[in-house]
C-alpha cells in the first residue's frame, strides 16, 4: 500500500468519532484491588473469546490484562486494504525478531505479533480458512476424540457470522458452498470480497489448467484446491472484524468484566509445587497411539491432582510500577505463541535447567515449555502485468482514483479499500513435481529429523506429517495470489503486478522460543530455525519454480510483461535458491511451544489445556497446537478460545 494512500485513509479518518466503549479500567489500582474469579493474559484473538464467554455468566468476575491500547477507529487497524500497514510500528506491534537464521545465512526475521487490544486479529491479513478434516483428526494422536474434527467444528462455527457473496465473482456460484458448516450468529463477521481484479480470472484458469482445481467446499474440511477465501471483514461497514470490536464490544457493556490496558503480565503469582511430579504416574502413562487412552489419561490427570501449583493471581507492570490482581479459580494465558511461554517460564513453569540458568525457581519442570516452535514460510514471486489490469497498485499510480475510493470507502464501506486479497490455493507436491523428486525430498526430510533433538511429540508430528506427503487431499504448498507488487524490489511507477507468494505449509524444521534472561519485560528469544530441515528449503526453491511456470502458462502468460521478482536472470537452481534464502519471510503463523500432549512426549498442556503440574492454569491460543495445519489460523484460534472457554464453565460448575 502506497503512503499517499496511507495518508488519505487518515485524513478522512478524522472524521470518524473516537469511542472506546466500557469494560476498560483506566487506573491499574482499581484493577488490582478487585477479587477476580478469572484473569485472561492477552486481550488477544483467544483472550477476548475467552473472556467474553466467561462474563456471560454475571457471578464471574473477569479481568483480562493487556500490553496494549484499544484502537477501534484506528484506519490502520480496520482499512481491509491496508493490511501489513501497521506491523513494525511499536505502537501495534511487540517488535520482536528471530536470533540470526544459519539456514538463511544468519538472516534475522521480523515476527510482528500484536500489541493491542485484539492482539494480532488486529494485525493479521484478515484470511477466515479452517484446513483439512484429516488435520484435526491427526490431533486425537496428541489430545483425544475431544480434538477431532468433529469436536472442533462446533466452536469454528460458534465463533462466526458468515454473510453470503453480495457480488458476482470470478469464482463459482456461491450457492454451491455449504453452508450447513458455517456460523450464522457468531461475534466475527465473514464475508466474501465485494472488489476483484481482473487479473483474477486468468489467473484462476490458468492454475486450473496445471491441475489445481477449484473448491467451492473448503469450509467442510475438504480444504484442496484453489478458492475464494472469506475474510474477517463486517461487509456492512467494510471494515475489520476482529477480537476487539467483536467480543469485547459485546462483553464491555456486561459490570463484570473489567480490561486493563497498557500493562504486561510478568509472572503468574502460585503457591504449591509439582517438582516432585506427583501426578507422573497418571501423565506419564498417557498413550500416543489410542485416542481414547489419550484422552482419558489426560483427563486423568486434571482430576488427579491433589497437590501441584495453584495461582492466586497475575503481577504486572504499568510503566515503572508494579501491582498484583488476585483470583479465586483460574489464571488463563492466552499471551501468543511468543509470550505464553515466556510467562509459564518466568513463573516457574518449563525446563528447570532453563529456569536455573536464569535464577527462577522452578516449580513445575515441563521441558516441553517453548519447544516444538512452528511457522509457516512464504516467498513472494512478482510479475509486471502488461497495461490495461486493475489491481491494489491503481491506488499508487492514480492519486485521483485512491482518493475517490477513499470518499466511496468512508461513505458507503465498499470499493477497492474495503477489499483484501483472497485467492488461495492449497494442493500437494506430486502437483507440481514428479514422484523421483518427492521421493528424494522425503528422504532428505527423514534423514536430517532423525539426527535432530526432537522431543517425541515434534517426532509424533512429523510421522504424520509423511504421511501426509502421500495423501492428495492434504495441502503441502499455498499459493497466496496478491493482485499487486509484493516483492523484496520497489514497485515501478505506473506498473500493476500480480504476484504468486508460495507458502510452505508443513515445515519440518522445528524451533524453540524461551526467556533469555529474568527481565520479565525483555523480548523472548526466538529461533523458529528455519530452513534447518533441508527439505523445507528445497519445496520453497521447486515451489518458485513453479510461480514462474504459472506466469509462463496462457491465459495469465498473455496478461505478463516481465519477471521482477526473482529477475529473468534467474534460471537455475543455484539462482533460485539464493532468491529464497534472501525473500523468504514467516506468514506470522508460530504455533506449538505449549503444545497439547501427553506429558512424557513433551505436551505442555492436557486435553481441557490445564497446564501440567498445576490445579488452575490452563493455556488458550496458538501455542497449544501440537501440529500445525495448512491453514491461516486466525478461524482455529477463535475456535481455541471458544473451547477453551466451553472447558472453564463446564470444569467449575
Same mark, same amino acid.
Given at each position: ?9 487518515? $485524513? ?79 505502537q501495534y506491534d511487540w517488535m520482536f525478531e528471530t536470533v540470526p537464521q544459519p539456514g538463511l545465512g544468519g538472516k534475522v526475521v521480523e515476527q510482528p505479533r500484536g500489541k493491542i487490544l485484539g492482539g494480532s486479529s488486529a494485525l493479521n491479513y484478515m484470511a477466515f480458512d479452517r484446513g483439512s478434516k484429516a488435520e484435526y ?47 450464522t450468529s457468531g461475534p466475527v463477521q465473514i464475508s466474501y470480497n465485494d472488489w476483484y481484479s481482473d487479473i483474477t480470472k486468468p489467473y484462476l484458469n490458468t492454475v486450473k489448467s496445471l491441475g489445481i482445481q477449484p473448491s467451492t467446499t473448503p469450509e467442510n474440511g475438504d480444504a484442496t484446491g484453489v478458492y475464494n477465501c ?88 504499568? /510503566? ?38 536464569? /535464577? ?89 529429523? $532423525? ?9 509424533? /508430528? ?31 511507477? /505506473? ?159
Amino acid at each position: 500500500m502506497s503512503s499517499m494512500s496511507v495518508k488519505l485513509v487518515l $485524513a478522512l479518518a478524522s472524521l470518524v468519532p473516537a469511542v472506546l466503549g466500557g469494560g476498560i479500567v483506566s487506573d491499574p489500582s482499581v484493577f488490582a484491588s478487585k477479587s477476580f474469579d478469572y484473569i485472561v493474559v492477552g486481550g488477544g484473538t483467544a483472550g477476548l473469546a475467552v473472556a467474553a464467554r466467561l462474563s456471560e455468566n454475571s457471578k464471574n468476575v473477569v479481568g483480562v490484562i493487556e500490553a496494549g491500547q484499544h484502537l477501534p477507529n484506528d484506519p490502520l487497524i480496520f482499512t481491509p486494504a491496508l493490511f501489513g500497514a501497521a506491523q513494525s510500528q511499536p505502537q501495534y506491534d511487540w517488535m520482536f525478531e528471530t536470533v540470526p537464521q544459519p539456514g538463511l545465512g544468519g538472516k534475522v526475521v521480523e515476527q510482528p505479533r500484536g500489541k493491542i487490544l485484539g492482539g494480532s486479529s488486529a494485525l493479521n491479513y484478515m484470511a477466515f480458512d479452517r484446513g483439512s478434516k484429516a488435520e484435526y483428526d491427526a490431533w486425537t494422536k496428541f489430545g483425544g476424540s475431544d480434538w477431532s474434527w468433529s469436536g472442533l467444528l462446533p466452536y469454528f462455527k460458534k465463533a462466526e457470522l458468515v454473510h453470503g457473496a453480495v457480488v458476482t465473482t470470478p469464482w463459482n456460484d456461491p450457492k454451491t458452498v455449504d453452508t450447513s458448516v458455517e456460523g450464522t450468529s457468531g461475534p466475527v463477521q465473514i464475508s466474501y470480497n465485494d472488489w476483484y481484479s481482473d487479473i483474477t480470472k486468468p489467473y484462476l484458469n490458468t492454475v486450473k489448467s496445471l491441475g489445481i482445481q477449484p473448491s467451492t467446499t473448503p469450509e467442510n474440511g475438504d480444504a484442496t484446491g484453489v478458492y475464494n477465501c472469506k475474510m474477517s471483514v463486517d461487509r456492512t461497514t467494510g471494515r475489520r472484524s476482529y477480537a476487539a470490536n467483536t467480543y469485547h464490544t459485546i462483553a464491555s457493556a456486561r459490570s463484570n468484566y473489567f480490561v486493563l490496558l497498557g500493562a504486561e503480565a510478568t509472572k503468574i503469582v502460585t503457591t504449591g509445587s509439582s517438582l516432585k511430579r506427583d501426578d507422573a504416574a497418571v501423565t506419564d502413562s498417557a498413550t500416543t497411539t489410542d485416542d481414547a487412552s489419550t484422552d482419558d489419561a489426560a483427563t486423568a490427570d486434571s482430576a488427579a491432582r491433589p497437590s501441584g501449583v495453584t495461582a492466586t493471581g497475575v503481577t504486572f507492570k504499568v /510503566g515503572s510500577k508494579t501491582y498484583t490482581a488476585k483470583v479465586k479459580k483460574e489464571v488463563v494465558v492466552s499471551a501468543g505463541s511468543l509470550k505464553t511461554p515466556q510467562l509459564l517460564e518466568l513463573s516457574g513453569i518449563g525446563n528447570k535447567s532453563i529456569l536455573k540458568k536464569y /535464577g527462577i525457581t522452578p516449580l513445575v519442570d515441563l521441558p516441553g515449555v517453548g519447544e516444538n516452535l512452528q511457522d509457516h514460510v512464504f516467498v513472494p514471486n512478482s510479475f509486471a502485468l502488461k497495461p490495461g489490469y486493475t489491481t491494489f497498485d491503481i491506488l499508487a499510480n492514480n492519486p485521483t482514483y485512491a482518493a475517490q475510493q477513499n470518499a466511496t470507502y468512508y461513505k458507503n464501506g465498499t470499493g477497492i479499500y474495503a477489499a483484501t486479497h483472497s485467492a488461495f490455493a492449497f494442493f500437494d507436491l506430486q502437483t507440481f513435481l514428479d514422484g523421483n523428486t518427492v521421493t528424494g525430498l522425503v528422504k532428505t526430510a527423514v534423514s536430517e529429523a $532423525a539426527s535432530a533433538s526432537l522431543s517425541t511429540l515434534s517426532q509424533n /508430528g512429523l510421522a504424520i506429517q509423511l504421511d501426509a506427503i502421500k495423501n492428495s487431499d492434504l495441502g503441502q504448498v499455498e499459493i497466496i495470489m496478491y493482485p499487486g507488487h509484493f516483492s523484496p524490489s520497489a514497485a515501478v511507477p /505506473g506498473t500493476s503486478y500480480i504476484s504468486i507468494l508460495m507458502a510452505l505449509q508443513r515445515p519440518w524444521s522445528r524451533g524453540s522460543v524461551h526467556i533469555g534472561s529474568s527481565n520479565a519485560t525483555a523480548a523472548p528469544i526466538i529461533d523458529p530455525q528455519y530452513f534447518n530441515n533441508d527439505f523445507d528449503l528445497q519445496v520453497m526453491v521447486k515451489a518458485c519454480q513453479f510461480a514462474r511456470k504459472i506466469a509462463q502458462t496462457a491465459p495469465l502468460k498473455d496478461a505478463v510483461a516481465s519477471f521482477q521478482d526473482p529477475p529473468s536472470s534467474a534460471t537455475s537452481d543455484a539462482d533460485f535458491t539464493a532468491y529464497v534464502k534472501a525473500a523468504v519471510e514467516p506468514v506470522y503463523h508460530p504455533a506449538g511451544t505449549a503444545a497439547l500432549g501427553a506429558r512424557a512426549d513433551g505436551g505442555v498442556v492436557d486435553s481441557r489445556l490445564k497446564v501440567y503440574g498445576t490445579n488452575n492454569i490452563r493455556v488458550a491460543d496458538a501455542s497449544v497446537i501440537p501440529l500445525e495445519p495448512a491453514s491461516h489460523l486466525q478461524s482455529l484460534v477463535y475456535a481455541i478460545g471458544e473451547k477453551a472457554a466451553a472447558y472453564i464453565i463446564a470444569d467449575n460448575s
